[in-house]
Structure formats: C-alpha cells, structure tokens
C-alpha cells in the first residue's frame, strides 16, 4: 500500500507575525495575480527555474511546494509523475489552483506551521521565486530536516538586494521578508545539518534575454563574487544527508 502526506495542519497555538495579513493579502489579489508576472524578463527567469526545478526533482519523487501560489510549479514538473502538495497561506490562492489543476492536493497553511505526524519522507522541497522570504527562517530550516528523505533536496528561493517590491506587495501587519546574503544562508544551512550544495545569484540582464535557452542557466546564475548584489533572487540548493 503506497504511503500518502499526512493532514497537514496548522498548530493553533502560535501564529507568526504578519501571517493573518499576508494571507489576508494575497487572497485579495488571487484572480489577477498571474497577470503580474506576463513579461519577458519574468517569462526568462521561468525558463531558468524550470531547468533548476527539473534537475532536482526524479521521476515519481514526493514534491512539496512551499507557497505554491495558484500553482506556478506544476506545470514545470509535468512528464515527471510526481507526487505534489502545495502550502500557501492564502486561501485565494488554493483555490484558484484546486479550479486549475484538478485533483492537485493543496492546502491552506504555512510551511513553519504544518504538522506533517511524523511523515519524512519527501525528496523535494520547492520554494520558488520569493516564497522562502516569508518563512522564518529557523523554524524553516528545522522543518525541512524534519520532513526531507536522507539524500532529499530543497530548492530555496529568496528575494535579492534588487528585487523591487511592487505596489501590490506593499504589505501590512508587520510581514517582514528574509533577504539573506549567501554567507547567512551557508550558515543557517549547515547549523542544522543541511549540505550546502550551491548558492548563487539569479539575475536576468537585457542581453540575456536574447540568449537560447541552453546558455540561460550559466549566464544567469552568478557566483562571481558581487553577484548577488546586483540579484534579484538568491538560490540556495540544500541536501540532507
């Protein structure tokens, strides 16, 4: 009999700061929310997480989507079989990826927050573009060594020095996002146990966005040192032992 995710429900004793609001916020803004992100510099950046996505989530793998959103990753994955459930705080957005993806298994809740009964046994974690900005960042780290498979990885994706948060990101109710530098990501990592396997800069320029695909991934992951200065996201890969 194949082993299935448990319920994954919020613990209802503590809620993090801003939580209430940054649910509140992006269920507000569900429907037109993928209409934000139709232009080339984002459609480029697509094209990089999607090969970053694939190399590390197999055939068949349990993949968890941490502030899956209406579903961005999906699609990304198809081909592969895999075994997917989304978190995100908003309901808004589950439900528009319940109507999208039908029979995806999604759920309203933060990932700090989730209690998966003991279930460890994920190979992939994904938390793309900005969605490991809002996770506090030790209780994070602590649920990932929690849930990952020995040999599992995570796909961790934060907001960089030149992401411009947009007008519909202004948000309230003390949400504050985590901008780490890659020498604060390293160390939280391997505090926990967690190998660092890479950590660089995702920055997308004018001449790149006429570049084939196959030349994308080199020439917009930088790992010369300054990159991530000018980075609009920093990408950290981590594996479990």
């Known amino acids: 009999m ?9 613990k209802p004793p503590s809620r993090l700061p801003g939580a209430d609001a940054l649910a ?46 209406t579903g961005h990753l999906i ?13 995100d705080p908003a309901q808004g957005m589950i439900d528009i990826l319940r109507e999208r ?7 309203p809740c933060r990932f700090e927050e989730a209690d998966f009964l003991g279930w460890n046994e994920t190979e992939a974690v994904m938390a793309l573009y900005g969605a490991w900005s809002y996770v506090q960042p030790e209780r994070g780290l602590r649920k990932l060594v ?34 780490p530098s890659p020498a604060t990501m390293i160390a939280m ?7 660092v396997v890479d950590c660089c800069a995702l920055t997308v320029t004018r001449a790149a966005l006429t570049l084939p695909l196959a030349r994308l991934e080199l020439r917009l ?13 920093l990408v950290t890969v981590v594996r479990k032992p």
Not at 2 to 10: D, F, I, L, Q
Not at 75 to 87: A, D, E, Q
Request: a positive charge; one cysteine or more; charged letters at 25%.
């Open 189 to 195: 990592s391997s505090r926990w146990g967690l190998r």
């Open 75 to 87: 699609p990304m994955l198809y081909g592969l079989k895999v075994r997917y459930l989304g978190l």
């Open 24 to 69: 509140e916020h992006y269920t507000a803004i569900a429907k037109t929310y993928d209409t934000l992100y139709t232009g080339r510099l984002e459609r480029t950046e697509d094209d990089v997480v999607r090969l970053l996505a694939r190399s590390i989530v197999k055939p068949g793998a349990r993949v968890l989507d941490v502030g899956c959103g």
């Open 101 to 107: 993806y039908q029979g995806a298994d999604a759920r």
């Open 221 to 233: 992951l930088g790992h010369r040192p300054g990159a991530c200065r000018r980075a609009r996201y």
């Open 146 to 179: 929690e849930i990952l498979r020995p040999g599992g990885q995570a796909l961790l994706m934060t907001y960089g020095p030149r992401y411009r948060v947009r007008s519909h990101q202004g948000l309230s109710g003390g949400i504050v996002t985590f901008r």
């Open 2 to 10: 194949k082993r299935r995710y448990a319920r994954a429900v919020p």
